[in-house]
């Protein structure tokens, strides 16, 4: 609502088109039973933190190992 009273619709549109890439990768994560913590993750890449990323997906490597989880 800010956006649109500011009359930023570019600035509005980007973060539109952001949201629903997100909320399309958690949908996916949930439609194929992917921990939460690769969703995360995944965000994290998209966003173009890739240390992060990668810091976050070796941890779930290590606990899906722990647990047994393939």
Known sequence: MCLISLNDFPRLAGL?????RIMRAVRYAAACAIRPT???AYLYYFRGEYSRAI???FATRRACEVTGDA
């Open 38 to 40: 690769t969703t995360i």
């Open 16 to 20: 539109l088109s952001e949201i629903a």
């Open 55 to 57: 810091e976050m997906l």
